[in-house]
């Protein structure tokens, strides 16, 4: 069983920057792929960033603004959100667990067997 609490949300202005934590614990380590995905009110969940051994990958969207990083010692990876805009506004979810680790599927939300609850980022304009 694998549990994942994500953290760091809020209210931000466009610009402004936010951390998002997401700790982890049971059976799994954060030093496998990981990912984080968000998912925008009548949207479907769509892929922001991975992580997977010494390997970082991005969505188009975010690439240059968002940065995955991770804290084995810790347990913890993280996303660093920088120059927001209101269309990043969305519950960013925390994934672990990958079916497999090639790229292709590691943006395709079914291939993570586990979630955290999310975590709610809202940028005013």
């Known amino acids: 069983q694998v549990q994942l609490v994500e953290s760091g949300g809020g209210l931000v202005q466009a610009g402004g920057s936010l951390r998002l934590s997401c700790v982890a614990s049971g059976r799994t380590s954060t030093r496998d792929a990981m990912a984080w995905f968000r998912q925008a009110p009548g949207k479907e969940r769509e892929f922001v960033a991975a992580i997977s051994w010494g390997s970082t990958y991005y969505a188009d969207s975010v690439k240059g603004r968002f940065t995955i990083s991770r804290d084995n010692a810790k347990s913890t990876i993280y996303l660093q959100m920088n120059s927001l805009k209101p269309e990043d506004t969305a519950v960013y979810y925390c994934?672990?667990?990958?079916?497999?680790?090639?790229?292709?599927?590691?943006?395709?939300?079914?291939?993570?067997?586990?979630w955290g609850q999310g975590t709610q980022v809202t940028v005013s304009s």
């Open positions: 994934a672990a667990e990958p079916r497999e680790r090639s790229m292709r599927v590691l943006i395709i939300p079914t291939t993570w067997g586990s």
